[in-house]
Each structure stands twice: as C-alpha cells, then as structure tokens.
C-alpha cells in the first residue's frame, strides 16, 4: 500500500468527527446481531480496499450494521455482499464468489470497493453534515486512484451523493438521473454508472437480478478497459 493510502487510512479509521455516527457503531458492536454474539466488532469506521491501480471503482453510501461495520471491510458478510460478489467473480473481476472476512483470500482485478459514508448511520440515514465531513475522504481515495476512469455507484442514494460532491467540486449544473445501467461522463473524464443496490429486498422482488448486474459490469468493464 502506498503512503498516501496508509495514511488516509489511519485517519479514517481513527475518525472521530461524527459523534452520532460513532455511538450507533459502539451500540451495534456491543449489543450485536443474534448469529454474530461471539464474533469482535471491528466497530470503527470501514476504509476501502482492492487494487490500488485501480481503473473501476465500486461505491455504496455506507458500510452495513452487521457487514462491513463487524468484519472491517466494505460489502464483507452481509447479503448485498454475498449477492455482488458472485457477479464479480462471475465477470472476472474478483478471484473468489464470497467475502465472508478480511483474511478470507479475496483479490479485485484493477478494481477498488468503497463508501461514500465510511460509518453506518441509524436508519440508514446520514445527516447532510455527516456526509460533508465524510466527503473528503472520499475526495481523497479519488485523488489517489490515478488510473481510475470508471464509478459504479450502487443504489441512487450512492449515486446522488457521489454527484452531489462532484457538483460542489467542479460546480456542473447538468442534470443526472438514476437508471440502471446509465451511463455519465464526469467532468474530470471519468464515466459514472447507476446500478440498483443488491440489498436483499431488492433481490428478492426482482428489480436487480445475476442477469442485469453481471451485464452492468461487463459494460463497466469494457469502458474501464479491464
């Protein structure tokens, strides 16, 4: 990892900047889910991983309760996790169909994974200030991938707010909407695509299915030039 990375890292796993945020994952890891009661929280805020000359990047708005806020890593055991990573793997862009834990052997092909929020907000439901502060991180991780040219945002509310810092950074007043599968070329040159979230209820009635997301990233893919 380079310097950079390791330092952002840091800081983003000491951050302290959202009090709200860092209560609700203290209370998580403490009461914690019924099926993980002897399992150790990692109960900070989740950084991203992958490959850090990465040409896609995979964003969500926030790490999941008892996903990537109990195994320290993002989309890591939790069900939108378990659905993503088979496509991944099915597309060629993982080595693996799972990722249950931080040592469970995944490797990502020119690909980084990440959040938008790097804590779980209650609800689901960050506050605008939270995303501010959170913002720059997330800044930085962009900064950082220099051959990044490729943003797969999962869900519109990822979506939204990867623009809405987009918007603020280079003040761009064209409208985007969220569909999946559509396609944005950003300011900077890098081309963004919408994506339905695979959280399990989505899954379950159909509006995202292996088809539609396996097709998603061969395109991301072929853009990217993985």
């Known amino acids: ?22 209560n609700f994952i203290k209370k998580i890891s403490k009461q914690k889910r019924k099926q993980n009661i002897n399992e150790k929280y990692w109960g900070k805020p989740v ?3 992958g490959d850090l000359k990465a040409k896609l990047m995979i964003i969500g708005l926030a790490p999941a309760a008892h996903g990537g806020t109990r ?28 990722s249950n834990n931080i040592n469970d052997g995944l490797k990502l092909n020119s690909t980084y994974i990440t959040n938008i929020l790097k804590c779980v907000p209650p609800g689901d439901k960050p506050d605008n200030n939270e995303l501010i502060r959170c913002s720059n991180y997330f800044i930085q991780e962009l900064d950082c991938l220099k051959n990044l040219n490729v943003i797969v945002a999962l869900g519109k509310v990822a979506f939204d707010n990867c623009l809405k810092i987009y918007k603020k950074r280079f003040g761009i007043e064209k409208k985007f909407i ?36 396996n097709r998603l990233f061969k395109k991301a893919k072929k853009i990217a030039k993985l």
Not at 1 to 22: D, E, G, S, V
Not at 79 to 96: P, R
Not at 178 to 207: C, E, Q, W
């Open 178 to 213: 969220f569909k999946h599968g559509k396609k944005y070329l950003l300011p900077d040159k890098k081309t963004l695509i919408a994506s339905y979230h695979p959280s399990p209820r989505n899954v379950n009635t159909k509006i995202i299915t292996s088809t539609m997301m």
């Open 71 to 98: 195994t320290g890593r993002a989309f890591t055991g939790d069900k939108s996790g378990d659905f993503l990573f088979k496509s991944l793997h099915s597309v060629k862009i993982s080595n693996q169909n799972f």
């Open 1 to 22: 990892m380079n310097i950079k990375f390791k330092k952002l890292n840091k800081t983003i796993i000491k951050c302290k900047k959202c009090p709200r945020l860092i």
């Open 47 to 49: 950084t991203g991983f």
